[in-house]
């Protein structure tokens, strides 16, 4: 992948959709609902709010993690397993919302962990 802060072209996303509410789904289960997201140019991400399976925590997903957004069933894919979610670096909104060095931390842990298949 070029650049995980991109959506794919193929992930059938459409231009003012709000993805708030969203049940996201890695490859392996349901990992939470869509929080926050943002459709920047270079700077694509949706921020996942796990609940309970892993105490609530948020986390940060590039877009280029998205496989594929389901605008039917209010559903995003991502090619990423439960666990490395679980394992990705914590998302606080009020510190790493705007801060560069917490998304390059973030574009590494993503850009390395092997791709799920979905």
Same mark, same amino acid.
């Given at each position: 992948?070029?650049? %995980? ?6 992930? @059938? /996303? ?5 993805l708030t509410g969203y049940k ?6 349901? %990992? @939470? ?14 921020? *996942?709010?796990?609940?309970?399976? %892993? ?12 496989? /594929? ?6 559903? *995003?894919? *991502?090619?990423?397993?439960k666990e490395q979610v679980k ?15 917490? /998304? ?6 993503? @850009?390395?962990?092997?791709l799920g298949r979905y």
């Amino acid at each position: 992948m070029n650049d %995980i802060w991109s959506y794919r072209l193929t992930v @059938g /996303r459409l231009e003012g959709v709000d993805l708030t509410g969203y049940k996201v789904e890695a490859v392996d289960g349901t %990992i @939470g609902k869509v929080d926050k997201h943002s459709h920047e140019t270079d700077a694509s991400w949706i921020v *996942v709010d796990t609940g309970p399976w %892993i105490f609530g925590r948020e986390v940060l997903l590039p877009a280029g993690t998205i496989t /594929r957004i389901d605008t039917a069933e209010e559903k *995003v894919y *991502v090619n990423r397993t439960k666990e490395q979610v679980k394992d990705s670096p914590e998302f606080v909104r009020d510190t790493h919302l705007d801060d560069a060095s917490y /998304r390059q931390a973030v574009g590494g842990y993503w @850009g390395d962990a092997p791709l799920g298949r979905y």
